[in-house]
């Protein structure tokens, strides 16, 4: 009888207890907790060399946490963070994509692919979808719920996510149809860097940026040059605190026209790249030039808002203002070839070539063929020159013993000496200038006479083409990935930098661009690396074009990728597809 009531006294005690325990709503996680959790489940190293927030002592247990993820640029710069008000589920995923370097991920599915959800805000908004479509994505039990505080079990959730994350991260976004797509892919998650640097120019030569960087360190600034494969930055830096460099950057950007880039590299899994994959046989590219628009050079969104394209990328190499290697524009050369490049072109029916991108340009005479040998530069002793409108208004820098032959729309309309010349270049045609025997040669042609100028290419499969750009070196030939540098250098061959690349998988014609140079976003691509991945898509054939700084990539007036840089490259020229096919 006892037993019997100790046992009922002993129930009575503890059902009431167990009824309040799972009665009693789970205790809400902090922020400061949350911080901490996100960078020790990334491996992402603490601090406390830092100063800190108003609101966050360093006496605080998450102190180092916070104030290392504030340096590190994943919380944003300002006055508070209040450590210890309660996380949601949204806010922890938010942060956890910005620690893994995808906000630029986020804002791309902002501005194209976003929907507003109720009581979210909506800084975290498109973080929420891009958790949503990314693999692996976010469990769905979690995005329901979305407004709650963040539990022990829901932060258990998410750092299982993040787990899988850094094991193999992917996301691919889509965007348009046929004729015309932009494909959009991530992979890898990122590292945020230690420092940071605000670049203040850009320079094509050292004897420049030293110039600048003089003056720069005159007014009190710490500066230095940062050396790219083919230009010098002057740049202000480096911070190593996030918030630093943001203050500065807002000082800095109301004189300079600067950028806030990362200053520290080093390896990571990140890596971004976008693809234009078009039907060249229902629209074809064309080149448009910024003198052809206005000035020597001009930001791709510029040109691309001009023309009103779908589409644009940045194309082959050039120095200065004018392009580095054959460049061809509807039939008529604007730039000499490098007999050992690699180049790809197309025509009007689509048809597209790779090939070597050697030519020779020839006008037919009754007296013989007369050889063009230089584009809108001046001619030799005895030798012949175009002038196109595509890269020049006025031809310069012509001799006096020179005569000039106008050509509109095919035909001959004005012969002239140079030396009683404006030297003006017809928008619809081009200056075929001339001296020496060149000149003996073409006074045989009269005005009203069909001009016949053919171009004689060293390789055959680009016999076909109307319009063609040089790069180099070609990455896939036939399916087979090429070894050939083509004369290029090992540090820019061989070492990871943002690029840009034309190739066909055979029916669709595809520009690519690689991002580098920020461990946080993308850590950019060897050729031979790039050369993989392409053949791993099916490409056939792929060659490599102007990279760096000038890798850029629009869609419908939106840059999608990330120039490294911070700020777009002005160009002499650009790759536009429209819509509705060649203008």
């Known amino acids: 009888m006892r037993k019997k009531i100790t046992h009922v006294v002993i129930i009575s005690v503890i059902i009431p207890v167990l009824l309040t325990i799972y009665t009693c709503p789970l205790q809400a996680l ?23 927030f108003s609101d966050v002592s360093t006496n605080h247990p998450f102190f180092r946490h916070i104030e290392t993820a504030r340096a590190m640029g994943i919380i944003y710069p300002g006055e508070r963070f209040h450590p210890d ?12 994509l910005r620690t893994m370097g995808l906000e630029h991920e986020a804002m791309l599915i902002k501005h194209f692919r976003n929907y507003q959800r109720e009581n979210i805000p909506l800084y975290i908004n498109s973080y929420l979808t891009l958790s949503e479509i990314m693999d692996p994505p976010l469990p769905g039990d979690l995005m329901k719920s979305m407004t709650e505080d963040l539990s022990e079990e829901s932060l258990y959730r998410v750092v299982k996510w993040i787990n899988k994350c850094k094991s193999n991260l ?3 976004l889509e965007l348009g149809e046929n004729p015309i797509k932009a494909v959009i892919f991530r992979e890898g998650i990122g590292r945020p860097s230690g420092q940071w640097a605000i670049r203040i120019a850009e320079f094509e030569t050292l004897e420049n940026a030293q110039k600048e960087l003089r003056r720069f360190i005159s007014t009190g600034e710490k500066a230095y040059i940062e050396q790219d494969i083919c230009s010098y930055a002057v740049c202000s830096g480096p911070f190593n605190h996030y918030e630093s460099a943001w ?3 807002q000082i800095l950007n109301r004189k300079y026209d600067c950028s806030l880039v990362p200053a520290s590299s080093f390896y990571s899994r990140a890596l971004f790249w976008a693809g234009l994959r078009i039907d060249p046989r229902a629209i074809q590219p064309e080149i448009i030039t910024a003198p052809s628009i206005s000035g020597y050079k001009l930001p791709l969104s510029w040109i691309s808002e001009y023309t009103k394209a779908y589409g644009a990328i940045n194309g082959g190499y050039y120095y200065k203002n004018r392009p580095v290697g054959s460049l061809v524009i509807d039939r008529t050369p604007s730039s000499s070839p490098l007999s050992y490049r690699s180049a790809f072109g197309w025509n009007h029916e689509g048809d597209i070539a790779f090939g070597n991108g050697n030519f020779r340009c020839r006008v037919k005479t009754d007296a013989g063929p007369v050889n063009v040998t230089t584009f809108n530069s001046p001619p030799s002793s005895n030798g012949a020159s175009i002038y196109t409108p595509d890269f020049v208004n006025y031809a310069t820098g012509i001799p ?9 729309e095919d035909q001959l309309y004005e012969i002239r000496d140079s030396s009683r010349s404006n030297h003006f270049v017809p928008r619809k045609g081009f200056i075929l200038v001339s001296r020496g025997s060149a000149t003996k040669r073409l006074n045989s042609l009269k005005t009203g006479y069909k001009l016949d100028i053919s171009i004689d290419w060293a390789d055959s499969k680009m016999k076909d083409t109307t319009d063609v750009i040089q790069g180099g070196p070609m990455l896939i030939k036939d399916g087979i990935l090429c070894l050939n540098n083509e004369g290029l250098p090992e540090n820019f061959t061989h070492k990871p930098h943002p690029r840009t690349i034309v190739a066909s998988d055979g029916y669709y014609l595809w520009f690519f661009v690689f991002d580098g140079r920020n461990p946080w976003h993308s850590r950019g691509v060897t050729l031979k690396e790039a050369g993989q991945i392409l053949i791993d898509m099916g490409m056939l054939h792929a060659l490599n074009l102007d990279g760096g700084g000038s890798t850029e990539m629009i869609w419908h007036n939106r840059i999608i990728n990330m120039p490294s840089g911070g700020i777009e490259r002005p160009l002499p020229y650009a ?9």
């Open 85 to 96: 008000m309660e996380a949601t589920v949204a806010e922890t995923v938010f942060f956890a």
């Open 170 to 172: 992917q996301w691919e």
């Open 575 to 583: 790759v536009i597809i429209k819509g509705q096919g060649r203008s």
């Open 30 to 52: 902090t922020r400061g907790q949350m911080i901490s959790e996100i960078l020790d489940t990334l491996n992402i190293p603490v601090s406390a060399n830092f100063s800190n």
């Open 400 to 408: 006096k013993d020179s005569r000039e032959f106008l050509i509109k």
């Open 247 to 249: 203050n500065k950057y």
